[in-house]
């Protein structure tokens, strides 16, 4: 492939002279500007330390992508590289965040030039930012590394560690309203293929004058240990300090000089390059830059807590603690009757299937994922999977699009297939209940595909493995494929004392007297202060959050998508009468339209001031619904497992109303705003309020929940602690 020295276009290696400036064009890398011929690569965009990144369009989806190709000096003789390189391209996949530049692709072009295909973002990085402002005012620099953070933050949920955060790392978007929705952080666990990596990024910072690694790498990085969250925090607290200071703290004439002021100098004062910050603030950016990492800042949140704070800021984005949203992943065994596919999950090569007809997939995260499988002279085949911890074994038949007969796999798959299906469901998790209705928290999150009641397992076991053989006598893996993957083959029978009603389910909805209260507490959180008066006209509001019974009725007379967690359209065996989850502001409305057409009044959800006024039992301003100390036996709060509703009637408000704290948050329709006289500023403004706390919250310490306490979600929301409840207007 050849390039234009002038405008970085790409051309095949016939064309010796750019046709759009007329300058001669160079050889650049091996091979012609079609990728995998699909990735048409049309101008450089940059080059790094580890490769050049082009801009790509897609031949047949005709979208645009950022493509980095590996330098095949850098590929060299390491015959891991390329393996290595495919296990971080997966991990970086994995991270679904605004913030992170999105990996959709990756391949390896004539065998030897690895490439990865990202997100294309048009803007500027903050290499160039800082070139050309120099410094930031603090508002502005905490802004940004807040953002930055944010991003940070979800990889590391994931167990993923950047190492190699810097500026020229960081791209902000043109496209973009604030440095909240423009920041995106490329190259996430890449710097881990290759530590040489790191001195090629210091060449290129002699020879160009761009700032590699060298400058931002924490004490650690310099030796033999390895590194963790917190050297990711080194460098962020680095980057902070530069954008403040206009410069990075630790600068030397070689790579020796600038290891030692690492390892050994304490960081300067912001005085010093002519700066005047809050005391706070410094006191946070040296605690980020402690040489011994065991006294560093311990986690990106406190980061973001101690640096907003120090200017009188809050961190508003609500988080659910990593522990109840990412499930561990899972490995997918993949059985195939076709050798020599290629497996695809979410769009995203992962292999081909060996000569047995397998391939195992390691780590896949948690969610729901589309595997699909390519062979040439055979149809594609596609399916959902749901990936909770558990091993997961996926079971795909190809079928022919042409005369030739199908390859069959080296080793037959029968009696593995009919030992695995007897173990599945042996191995199932038992369900802890309580009156035949609780369950613990690892299946309240996940797909219940594992869930089967204990009373049902051993009718379960027989009835799976003399289908199996059967369906084997019968039809072989086309009848296991339509076992496999029938969601009623997958449901569990319901026995007739815990059948529901739907017909004759009729939630039940409260009136509250309007009046006036004070909103909010001045010794609560930033975002709970200050205190003001409101008040609020009556209202109806239901006793409980919407249940999983009510929302299948919904599912039902519609035809409307069930929630993921669901198996063939209805809610899990024993879990009708939990509340609902896996619901965003969509499916609410949705909801909301039929309930209201079926019982002819016009509901709505509540507002964040209607919720508050009833938790606190109105002008009482009571800090829970039951009054103003915490008691253990009024909510579901750290009992680490949803519950059905109305299980604590001990905590209902003086009208009746229950759950109003703990199980799962509440949406409500209003959105995030600051309280007047408030010095806050909430980076998503058109994010909902969310109210109540779940099962996991705390009951006591400074993150204690209360009826006073503020979350924040985007309307596209869906998770397992998030569910909602109805009000109406009194008139």
């Excluded at 016939?14 to 160079?26: K, L, N, V």
């Excluded at 944010?150 to 990889?155: E, K, M, R, T």
């Excluded at 995106?184 to 790191?198: M, P, Q, R, T, V």
Aim: aromatic share 8%; charged share 25%; glycine share 8%.
């Amino acid at each position: 492939m050849k390039e234009c020295p002038q405008c970085k276009k790409c051309y095949p290696d016939d064309i010796a002279q750019c046709p759009d400036d007329g300058a001669s064009t160079f050889h650049s890398i091996p091979g012609e500007p079609l990728l995998e011929k699909k990735y048409r690569l049309e101008r450089r965009l940059g080059q790094g330390g580890m490769g050049v990144v082009y801009k790509a369009r897609h031949d047949y989806l005709k979208t645009y992508h950022a493509v980095k190709v590996i330098l095949p000096d850098l590929v060299g003789n390491d015959s891991q590289l390329i393996t290595r390189f495919h296990q971080e391209a997966r991990a970086a996949a994995a991270i679904r965040h605004h913030n992170v530049i999105s990996v959709t692709d990756f391949g390896v072009a004539n065998n030897k030039m690895p490439f990865l295909v990202m997100e294309y973002v048009e803007g500027e990085s903050l290499h160039e930012l800082l070139q050309r402002e120099k410094k930031l005012p603090v508002e502005k620099a905490v802004e940004l590394i807040c953002a930055i953070c944010a991003g940070v933050n979800a990889a590391h949920k994931l167990g993923i560690i950047h190492r190699d955060l810097k500026p020229l790392n960081i791209m902000i978007s043109k496209n973009a309203e604030n440095f909240y929705e423009a920041v995106k952080i490329l190259d996430f666990g890449l710097a881990k293929i290759k530590s040489g990596e790191i001195l090629g990024s210091f060449i290129q910072a002699q020879t160009t004058g761009f700032m590699g690694s060298p400058y931002y790498m924490a004490p650690e990085q310099w030796g033999d240990e390895e590194p963790d969250a917190r050297s990711d925090i080194y460098s962020l607290g680095i980057m902070l300090f530069q954008m403040i200071a206009g410069d990075v703290p630790f600068k030397g004439g070689s790579i020796p000089a600038i290891m030692r002021k690492h390892l050994y100098d304490p960081p300067p004062s912001l005085s010093s390059f002519g700066v005047t910050v809050p005391l706070k603030l410094e006191k946070a950016i040296h605690h980020a830059l402690e040489k011994d990492r065991q006294k560093r800042t311990e986690n990106v949140d406190e980061f973001v807590r101690e640096v907003r704070e120090a200017i009188g800021l809050s961190y508003s984005t609500f988080s659910i603690p990593s522990s109840t949203v990412l499930m561990p992943p899972s490995d997918v065994q993949i059985l195939s009757n076709s050798p020599g596919a290629k497996v695809f999950v979410d769009g995203i090569a992962y292999g081909v299937t060996e000569s047995d007809g397998r391939l195992l997939i390691e780590g896949l995260q948690s969610g729901s994922h589309r595997i699909r499988l390519v062979h040439e002279g055979f149809q594609d085949w596609e399916a959902d999977i749901f990936c909770d911890g558990q091993p997961k074994r996926v079971v795909a038949e190809l079928k022919k699009s042409a005369s030739q007969p199908i390859q069959k796999p080296s080793t037959p798959i029968l009696s593995e297939t009919e030992d695995w299906l007897k173990t599945r469901v042996e191995e199932r998790p038992k369900i802890t209940t309580k009156q035949n209705s609780e369950i613990t928290i690892e299946q309240a999150q996940v797909r219940p595909d594992t869930q089967v009641a204990e009373k049902t397992k051993s009718r379960k076991v027989f009835v799976l493995v003399a289908s199996i053989l059967l369906i084997f006598a019968l039809g072989g893996l086309v009848g296991l494929l339509i076992m496999e993957f029938s969601p009623s083959s997958e449901e569990p029978p319901i026995p007739a004392n815990e059948q529901i009603q739907l017909k004759d389910f009729k939630p039940e909805m409260i009136k509250i007297p309007g009046g006036t209260f004070r909103m909010g507490r001045n010794d609560g959180d930033i975002r709970e202060r200050p205190e003001f008066t409101v008040t609020v006209r009556d209202f109806w509001i239901s006793k409980t959050e919407v249940t999983n019974a009510e929302y299948e009725q919904f599912i039902r007379e519609t035809g409307y998508q069930a929630p993921p967690y669901w198996i063939g359209g209805r809610p899990p065996a024993g879990q009708e009468m939990m509340p609902v989850v896996y619901v965003d502001m969509k499916d609410i409305e949705e909801f909301i339209k039929w309930r209201s057409d079926r019982d002819g009044v016009k509901y709505r959800l509540p507002t964040e001031e209607e919720w508050e006024y009833a938790a606190r039992n109105g002008s009482d301003n009571n800090l829970y619904p039951w009054g103003d100390k915490w008691e253990n036996d009024r909510a579901a709060v750290e009992v680490f497992k949803i519950v059905p509703v109305g299980s604590f009637p001990k905590g209902a408000n003086k009208w009746g109303v229950l759950d109003l704290i703990g199980n799962v948050w509440e949406w409500t329709s209003s959105k995030i705003k600051p309280y007047p006289g408030a010095r806050i500023v909430f980076n998503k403004p058109n994010n909902f309020v969310i109210r109540g706390g779940c099962f996991n919250s705390r009951a006591s310490g400074d993150k204690a929940i209360t009826s006073t306490t503020r979350g924040d979600v985007e309307p596209t929301r869906k998770d397992g602690l998030l569910g909602f409840r109805l009000a109406r207007d009194a008139d």
